[in-house]
Every structure is written in structure tokens, then in C-alpha cells.
């Protein structure tokens, strides 16, 4: 289960959600359903027939969306106030299918009550939840960062949070706070796909043993055909860089353009890099952003191409159409999937020096870090990468292997397996 379906919104949860459960599918042990809350803010989307809140996604019966159009979430405390979505809607869902797991990829629009409603209906089903971000800490979108300087932020607290947002009293982060776990509660078992976000939670308060830190795993893409792909010239400069990613100012995409522009007014550089921006929902920003973000890009057009959304399918020749992946993300991260679909395709990266980015590349190995949100440190790292074929090469050769869906999905399956037995005891007991 999870907050969007990649065909409404191509988010690296979403694709991740979906790959899962193709994944399960394939594997062939369970019979796994993907349900995908839709509605607003990001569809205006409603159920196809009077009564039901369910939809097919596509001709796969095993993808439906779960419409929640008309149901209000209270983002700070991370509720629906209608309770009818849960104790009449969901209800309904989980007595028909009455599912041995329910995996939550995330709650966003859903509520955290959710879990509640699966433990009073089905007390013997298994919940599992994979965290991929920090919302459940931070009120700021989840993004740890100080609101009044952008600087990432490793503590929670009523006082610290009531400094980024002096309107809400430090009674009301510290009853939030715990609202969310006392729900928390309720999860059988937590996934990690990095072990920096295993150590925020803990600090928050998640006991330890209901973590585990489990990667997550990506398909393989499909080989190419004979003779599909031109022999590399192994001489040739590597000076094409690419963003692949949301537009969004946590992305740090407008750091990725003023370091292009540092490059262009003050640093000499030959061979020149260029940047192509391969990105959507910039609809979706700020009019501040979206302005700041199109003044910088006409700023550098000259060095920096706009491509805008692209399809999954299309990424094996995006990739090959450039040298270098650039992730300048100015939050902690978690595991971008971009970091292994750049490794998957023998792409070095370059990424902010924190959080999970800095975990999943090695700096100087499988790639090269940057000081976070440091244009200026940016356009240096690019310089260098540029100018220098034999780093890129040498980068290239300490790539990890990437972990695949088919050794994620037996891990996740052995979990399963291990809730549906401890369960069928306790009940039993």
C-alpha cells in the first residue's frame, strides 16, 4: 500500500511501490495486490462508480487505486479527521480481501490511522512498514532542515521544532509526536533502505529491534539488443552531467544551476560540462520556486538543456547519453533510487555529502561529494570531473553491484513469512 501510483505522479516511492510488487508477483510464492491512494492534491481523479472507492490502475487486477477525493488530511498530525474513510471505506477493502500482510510503502493522505483500523479488523494480519523519508519526524515535508536557514537538521524536540514554526506550541509537536507513535505502536516490523535513517528513528524512538535495514531492490533492465549499442570512445571527454529527479528545492536542482553558472562566469573550463535536467512536477512548487528555478535556467541555457519527464523505458538511453549522474539533493535523502539506476548503467555519481547519499557513494570509489548546498563546491567537483577521463574511469571500475528485485524480494518474503508464522503462534497461544 502506498500514497500514489508512478502512473499519476513518477516518484521514486511510487516506482519503487510498484517494482515491489511486480517483483512479489513474479516470484510467484504470494499473491500480492498494490493499492495506491489517489485523489487530491495530485489527482482530481474520483471513483468510477457510486459506492466503492476502488479502481482498477490498468488492465492488472492487481492494481487498484484507493479513492480518498473529498477526505481532508491533517498534514501536522499526519490524520484523517472523517474517520468514515477508515471505519466504513477501508474497512470494507480489508474485509474482502483480508490480507496475511499489509506493507505500507507510506501514509501520506492515508494517515497514520490506517494502522489502527488493520489491527482492530484483522488482529492477525502482519503490518509491515518500510520508512523511505522522515515525515513522521519532521514537520517540514520531512526534509530535517531548519526553516529559517535550510541547514539539515539531526534532532528533534518540541523546543527545536516550535523554533521552525513559532505559530505551533511545543505542547502541540510534543502531543504530535505522540499521536504518531502511539500508532507506530501497531507495526509488526520497520525497513530501512539506509542505515542513517535506521539511527534517526531510533533517536526518535522506534526500538531498535523493530527496525531492519533492508536495501531496496531494483529489476533488472532489459538487455540490449545485439548491436544496439555504439562502442564507447574511451578517449573522449567526460563532461556530460545530467539531473534525474523531482524539480523541487529540496532536490537542490537550483544549486546544480548556480554551480553551472559559477562555471560559466568564472571558471575556465576545458572540455565545458554540460548539465541535461531530466525532472517533473514542477507544477506542483511554489511560484517562488518555479520563478527561481526558470530565471536560473535561462541564466545557463547555454550550457544547461531542460528535457523535462521521461518514462522508465527511456532511461537505459538517457543514461548512456551522458557520463555523470548529479544528485545535489540539500536534505539528508534516504536511498534515491537514482543512485542505482546510475550504478545499474555504469554511471558515476555525484551527490551531497550527507544522509543517505553519502552512504549508498563512496566518495573517490563510486563517485565524488560535494559539500551540501555549496554551489560554489559543486562547480568545483564538475571542473574536476570533467577535465579528467582517467577519474571517470577509475570511478566507474568501483561501482557496486546494485541489488536486485529478485534477492529483495526473497529477503521481504522470508519477513513475511516470519510475521505470518509468529502471528498464526500468538493466536494460536
Avoid at 527496525?211 to 573522449?236: H, M, Q, T, V, Y
Avoid at 537505459?316 to 548503467?345: C, G, K, Y
Avoid at 551531497?352 to 573517490?364: F, H, L, N, Q, T
Wanted: glycine residues 6%.
Amino acid at each position: 500500500m502506498t500514497h500514489n501510483h508512478p502512473s499519476i505522479v513518477p516518484g521514486g516511492v511510487e516506482n519503487y511501490a510498484l517494482e515491489l510488487y511486480q517483483g512479489v508477483k513474479k516470484a510467484g510464492e504470494f499473491d500480492p495486490v498494490l493499492l495506491a491512494r489517489n485523489g487530491p492534491p495530485v489527482s482530481r481523479a474520483a471513483a468510477p462508480h457510486p459506492g466503492t472507492r476502488l479502481s482498477r490502475v490498468n488492465q492488472d487486477e492487481g492494481q487498484l487505486f484507493f479513492h480518498t477525493e473529498g477526505s481532508a488530511f491533517d498534514l501536522f498530525r499526519m490524520t484523517v479527521p472523517d474517520k468514515r474513510l477508515y471505519t466504513q471505506s477501508f474497512r470494507d477493502v480489508l474485509l474482502s480481501y483480508r490480507p496475511d500482510v499489509v506493507h505500507f510503502q507510506h501514509t501520506l493522505f492515508l494517515g497514520v490511522d490506517i494502522l489502527r483500523e488493520i489491527r482492530n479488523t484483522l488482529p492477525d494480519s502482519a503490518i509491515v512498514y518500510t520508512l523511505h523519508e522522515y515525515l513522521p519526524i519532521c514537520h517540514r515535508d520531512g526534509q530535517m532542515l531548519r526553516t529559517m536557514n535550510d541547514r539539515p537538521c539531526m534532532e528533534s524536540s518540541p523546543r527545536r521544532c516550535h523554533e521552525c514554526f513559532p505559530e505551533i506550541s511545543p505542547q502541540a509537536f510534543f502531543a504530535r509526536k505522540r499521536f504518531i507513535q502511539s500508532h507506530f505502536e501497531l507495526v509488526d516490523l520497520f525497513l530501512a533502505p539506509s542505515r542513517f535513517l535506521v539511527d534517526r528513528y531510533v533517536d526518535w524512538g522506534i526500538p531498535r529491534e523493530k527496525l531492519r535495514f533492508e536495501p531496496n531492490g531494483r529489476i533488472r533492465p532489459p538487455e540490449p539488443e545485439p548491436g544496439s549499442i555504439e562502442l564507447d570512445d574511451p578517449e573522449r571527454p567526460r563532461n556530460r552531467f545530467a539531473f534525474f529527479g523531482q524539480l523541487s528545492p529540496f532536490k537542490g536542482v537550483t544549486v546544480l544551476l548556480e554551480a553551472m553558472k559559477i562555471l560559466a562566469d568564472e571558471v575556465v573550463t576545458d572540455p565545458r560540462p554540460r548539465v541535461w535536467l531530466h525532472g517533473a512536477n514542477l507544477e506542483f512548487r511554489s511560484p517562488e520556486f518555479r520563478r527561481e528555478f526558470e530565471e536560473q535556467l535561462d541564466a545557463t541555457r547555454e550550457r544547461v538543456t531542460m528535457v523535462g519527464r521521461y518514462e522508465p523505458s527511456e532511461l537505459p538511453d538517457l543514461m548512456r547519453a551522458i557520463d555523470w549522474v548529479v544528485i545535489p539533493s540539500i536534505w539528508f535523502e534516504n536511498s534515491p533510487l537514482v543512485i542505482q539506476e546510475a550504478f545499474m548503467h555504469g554511471r558515476p555519481v555525484i551527490c551531497s555529502d550527507i544522509g543517505g547519499m553519502a552512504e549508498k557513494v563512496e566518495d573517490r570509489v563510486s563517485g565524488l561529494h560535494f559539500r551540501a548546498g555549496d554551489p560554489r563546491s559543486l562547480a568545483r567537483t564538475i571542473a574536476r570531473a570533467a577535465r579528467d577521463p582517467e577519474l571517470w574511469a577509475r570511478l566507474q571500475t568501483g561501482i557496486p553491484e546494485v541489488y536486485w528485485m529478485e534477492d529483495a524480494v526473497k529477503s521481504i518474503s522470508a519477513i513475511y513469512r516470519q510475521l505470518m508464522e509468529r502471528k498464526r503462534s500468538e493466536a494460536a497461544a
